[in-house]
């Protein structure tokens, strides 16, 4: 089976010489997609984990929203819980504003579709 890892932990940005805890936003969500290349490594592989650092204080809606929102339109929500997984270390609760980002992706979709 052929994996990703998209380690949040490459991605994060600083102020200043300080490692920020959050990964917040539309645009840096979009950012991250972009340069981790997420959309055609999903395609490629069979399998997607998204390692989150340890010391994460938050992960928005909105950032998810942008970081997997080619995916859900081009594959569906199903496809995309189906092949996402979470690194074994990962102590952060992402169910819940994963479901909204999900959620917030469909009513976009659903609502352009009309």
């Given at each position: 089976m052929r994996t990703y890892?998209?380690?949040?932990?490459?991605?994060?940005?600083?102020?200043?010489?300080?490692?920020?805890?959050?990964?917040?936003?539309?645009?840096?969500?979009?950012?991250?997609?972009?340069?981790?290349?997420?959309?055609?490594?999903?395609?490629?592989?069979d399998c997607v984990v998204l390692k989150i650092p340890t010391d994460t204080f938050s992960i928005t809606p909105s950032f998810l929203e942008e970081l997997f929102y080619n995916i859900v339109k081009d594959h569906g929500k199903e496809a995309l819980l189906e092949r996402l997984k979470f690194d074994e270390s990962?102590?952060?609760?992402?169910?819940?504003?994963?479901?909204?980002?999900i959620d917030r992706i469909l009513q976009k979709i659903n609502g352009l579709s009309r």
């Open positions: 890892i998209l380690d949040l932990g490459k991605f994060r940005k600083k102020a200043g010489k300080t490692v920020l805890k959050v990964f917040t936003g539309r645009d840096y969500g979009a950012d991250v997609r972009d340069r981790s290349k997420l959309d055609s490594e999903f395609v490629s592989n990962n102590v952060y609760e992402i169910e819940e504003p994963l479901s909204e980002a």
